[in-house]
């Protein structure tokens, strides 16, 4: 079993190459789970501040300020939280786990801790993200992770070229991660 942990800033494609890698996985007939490490977030914003579930700036600012202040009780509270969700998902029989809102260096280190943790960093020219150019692009939770460490990543990518090359290259980074012999992937 392995857990994918995908980083990369609001608009960079980060749920997009995810999507991308499990269907991949699915049509090589792996059973592949999405446990974002802001489910707890998201839901604390919609069943405590009746958030409607749009990502604009106000929606944005509330769960930033919401994951912020979760950090500041436990700095560990939401990979926590996700942990607990992925030891209930391979219990049910996933192959792979998805984390495609990694966003803090702890976050991969309680992860990596307890499990096969591969790190995938998507990077987008600044002129492409929503957030670049407002105050929210420089909010803790956009800039903690570098976009380029290869101390930190075991694969750095691109997002430029348009979506059809965004699912090449992760049809080509699921094919790298898992040998053919081990998974017919």
Not at 42 to 51: N, P
Not at 81 to 109: C, L, Y
Request: charged share 30%; hydrophobic share 35%.
């Amino acid at each position: 079993m392995k857990v994918i942990m995908i980083s990369g800033r609001a608009g960079a494609g980060k749920s997009t190459f995810t999507k991308f890698c499990m269907e991949y996985l699915s049509s090589k007939n792996q059973i592949s789970t999405l446990v974002p490490f802001a489910r707890g977030v998201k839901s604390t914003a919609k069943e405590s501040f009746g958030w409607d579930g749009e990502k604009d700036d106000a929606g944005r600012r509330l769960l930033q300020g919401i994951g912020l202040l979760g950090r500041a009780y436990n700095e560990n509270l939401w990979a926590e939280q996700a942990i607990h969700k992925i030891d209930m998902t391979f219990v049910i029989g996933s192959d792979t786990i998805f984390i495609d809102d990694w966003r803090f260096p702890n976050e991969g280190k309680v992860v990596s801790e307890k499990y096969d943790a591969c790190k995938i960093r998507i990077n987008r020219p600044e002129e492409y993200l929503p957030l670049f150019g407002t105050p929210l692009y420089s909010d803790v939770s956009e800039t903690s992770l570098p976009d380029y460490d290869e101390g930190i990543y075991d694969f750095v990518v691109t997002n430029d070229d348009g979506l059809d090359e965004l699912r090449v290259l992760a049809e080509s980074i699921i094919k790298s991660i898992f040998s053919e012999e081990e998974t017919n992937v």
